[in-house]
């Protein structure tokens, strides 16, 4: 497993952009594929987007596609979810995750978590 912390979040207005970080304490970084996930109130964790080891795929929910970007870079051991064009209803906390392995949207395929980052309200 790896550390993962984030960071970014804050209060936004709707249609604003905010971008988040999250930073991972290993020596093999390259190796994981990372991805974003968020819970809004009372509702179950879902996934928002994941990315590649080497950046060259990505995977978007639909709700975010063309509003939010995922980027890493491997050589400061961080990724970034630049949000475009927030919504109320992208109000979330909103977690990192890595794994080992491909691609995946499932909460279940991620073994490394971090504590979460709140967009308290987008309004």
């Known amino acids: 497993q790896v550390q993962l912390v984030e960071s970014g979040g804050r209060l936004v207005q709707a249609g604003g952009s905010l971008r988040l970080s999250c930073a991972a304490s290993?020596?093999?970084?390259?190796?994981?594929?990372m991805a974003w996930f968020r819970q809004a109130p009372g509702k179950e964790r879902e996934f928002v987007a994941a990315?590649?080891?080497?950046?060259?795929?990505?995977s978007y929910t639909d709700a975010v596609k063309g509003r939010f970007t995922f980027s890493r870079d491997n050589a400061k051991n961080t990724v970034y979810l630049q949000m475009n064009g927030l919504k109320p209803e992208d109000t979330a906390v909103y977690y990192c995750?890595?794994?080992?392995?491909?691609?995946?949207?499932?909460?279940?395929?991620?073994?490394?978590w971090g504590q979460g980052t709140q967009v308290p309200k987008v309004s």
């Open positions: 290993t020596r093999t970084f390259s190796t994981y594929t």
């Open positions: 995750a890595a794994r080992i392995g491909g691609l995946r949207d499932k909460v279940g395929d991620f073994n490394s």
């Open positions: 990315i590649s080891r080497s950046r060259d795929l990505t």
